[in-house]
């Protein structure tokens, strides 16, 4: 993935999300921290079980917060 596609908030930006689509066929749709809808409030509960039991630091070896960090941060989890 090129820099450009990663939000530097974590994620990817919208170009990076139709890249990837273009790419691999995959349908992605942005984070959703404040759902709407239950199927989004699903997404949530679902991303965030699945990240938060990622293991991994939450900060790089300068004090950064690493991508998975930045994510989770991103979706409130």
Partial sequence: MRKEHKSPTG????KGRKYFKNKEG???KPPAP????KKDA?????FCARM????GPMKD????????????RKWKC
Avoid at 11 to 14: E, H, K, R, S, V
Wanted: aromatic share 0%.
């Fill in 34 to 37: 404040n759902p709407r809808t």
């Fill in 61 to 72: 070896s300068k004090g950064r917060p690493t991508r998975k960090a930045l994510a989770l």
């Fill in 26 to 28: 995959a349908d992605l």
């Fill in 42 to 46: 699903g997404r949530k509960r679902s």
């Fill in 52 to 55: 938060g039991g990622i293991k």
């Fill in 11 to 14: 994620g990817l930006t919208a």
